[in-house]
T-cell receptor, first 113, second 113 residues
């Protein structure tokens, strides 16, 4: 079945550091890929997505590229801020079912001033 | 603006009582979902519904029940049979199109006292 493996946290960075959170997936067919962000005490918000190979999703300075050859969708940001502290979830849709997203376990990011 | 509303944000329950969490969406989405999230944990699927008057068990359905009498509404009842109900509950909806992903509510934090 479909699965998502993402980098285990927690990740702690200083402000303005470079961020990478790794995400790899296993799926049949051609899934769509997503990154969600969850701030403390809140629900998940869609951060960015990519729907086909080589697409790059971007939002709020975050980027991720859909790499079919390596089955990866790594999240990157060139300069993190304290306000980026949150839990980040990688997810895929498609493959076996369009109705259910498969989520990774989440990565807690803490950015210190 | 369209969205998904969960209420209440905080809920306290005495042991042995049933409690119902509300989830309403005005996105005209066909599919709706309930997830449970424990501290430092990922998301676990409780129930989902792809269409009115139909729903399926997720990975941890025991001790929970749902109904889907209207497209807009998908309430979750946490019954007294759920042994460890204290958790953060998230509702989500989707159009069912692979590229759209989910829209999440802001969550309900349930505490058993």
């Amino acid at each position: 079945g479909d699965s998502v493996t993402q980098m285990e946290g927690p990740v702690t960075l200083s402000e303005e550091a470079f961020l990478t959170i790794n995400c790899t997936y296993t799926a049949t067919g051609y899934p769509s890929l997503f990154w969600y962000v969850q701030y403390p005490g809140e629900g998940l918000q869609l951060l960015l997505k990519a729907t086909k190979a080589d697409d790059k999703g971007s939002n709020k300075g975050f980027e991720a590229t859909y790499r079919k050859e390596t089955t990866s969708f790594h999240l990157e940001k060139g300069s993190v801020q304290v306000s980026d502290s949150a839990v980040y979830f990688c997810a895929l849709s498609g493959g076996g079912s369009n109705y259910k997203l498969t989520f990774g376990k989440g990565t807690l990011l803490t950015v210190n001033p | 603006d369209g969205g998904i509303t969960q209420s209440p944000k905080y809920l306290f329950r005495k042991e042995g009582q049933n409690v119902t969490l509300s989830c309403e969406q005005n996105l005209n989405h066909d599919a709706m979902y309930w997830y449970r999230q424990d501290p430092g944990q990922g998301l676990r699927l409780i129930y989902y519904s792809q269409i009115v008057n139909d729903f399926q068990k997720g990975d941890i359905a025991e001790g929970y029940s749902v109904s889907r009498e209207k497209k807009e509404s998908f309430p979750l009842t946490v019954t007294s049979a759920q042994k460890n109900p204290t958790a953060f509950y998230l509702c989500a909806s989707s159009s069912g199109r692979q590229r759209d992903g989910y829209t999440f509510g802001s969550g309900t934090r349930l505490t058993v006292v």
